[in-house]
T-cell receptor, first 108, second 113 residues
Framework: AQRVTQPEKLLSVFKGAPVELKCNYS??????LFWYVQYSRQRLQLLLR??SRESIKGFTADLNKGETSFHLKKPFAQEEDSAMYYC??????????FGTGTRLQVFP | EAEVAQSPRYKITEKSQAVAFWCDPI?????LYWYRQILGQGPELLVQ????????DSQLPKDRFSAERLKGVDSTLKIQPAELGDSAMYLC???????????FGPGTRLTVT
């Protein structure tokens, strides 16, 4: 069965430090993966999707099929990056399964 | 900027009572989703509509949950009777078509006492 695993509930870093939020997936088909973000008191929103292969707010994520991973990275964290981050897998025509989320805290 | 609307934002109800949530998707969005998010977990898809038709409700507990989208626009999710384990955030999302981004509403936080 399909599954998304985010092993870290909380990731704390200082401003300017590199960030890597881990995401591993289990899926027998061709995966389509996303990162969603929820800032404090805001609604859940799409951050990026792997097929776009773009950088959003300095974040990038590369799909590694060999390691079944889709880690989210940013070289220099900013305080405004503090939020809840969810990795999601499209397993069947726009049906998403989400991971449990990682809270990123960026300290000044 | 168009947004998905949900009401109420908060709902407290007693066990065994009926409760209903409403969602108004972004205008023109044919696909509508209801998710449940239990504290500490990610959203879980309950039901997916394409226009007024249910595409997937395999994760919807049909003995107590029902969802409708009668005119293919706004939607209602109902729980009857509510149980303590139903306490969660209920999220609505909409998208314009296949492979399109899902836009989420602010959610309805349900507390069952």
């Amino acid at each position: 069965a399909q599954r998304v695993t985010q092993p870290e509930k909380l990731l704390s870093v200082f401003k300017g430090a590199p960030v890597e939020l881990k995401c591993n997936y289990s899926y027998s088909g061709s995966p389509e993966l996303f990162w969603y973000v929820q800032y404090s008191r805001q609604r859940l929103q799409l951050l990026l999707r792997h097929i776009s292969r773009e950088s959003i707010k300095g974040f990038t994520a590369d799909l590694n099929k060999g390691e079944t991973s889709f880690h989210l990275k940013k070289p220099f964290a900013q305080e405004e990056d503090s939020a809840m981050y969810y990795c999601a897998l499209d397993y069947n025509t726009d049906k998403l399964i989400f991971g449990t989320g990682t809270r990123l805290q960026v300290f000044p | 900027e168009a947004e998905v609307a949900q009401s109420p934002r908060y709902k407290i109800t007693e066990k065994s009572q009926a409760v209903a949530f409403w969602c108004d998707p972004i205008s023109g969005h044919a696909t509508l989703y209801w998710y449940r998010q239990i504290l500490g977990q990610g959203p879980e898809l309950l039901v997916q509509f394409q226009d007024e038709s249910v595409v997937d409700d395999s994760q919807l507990p049909k003995d107590r949950f029902s969802a409708e989208r009668l005119k293919g626009v706004d939607s209602t999710l109902k729980i009857q009777p509510a149980e303590l384990g139903d306490s969660a955030m209920y999220l609505c999302a909409s998208s314009g078509g296949l492979a399109d981004e899902q836009y989420f509403g602010p959610g309805t936080r349900l507390t069952v006492t």
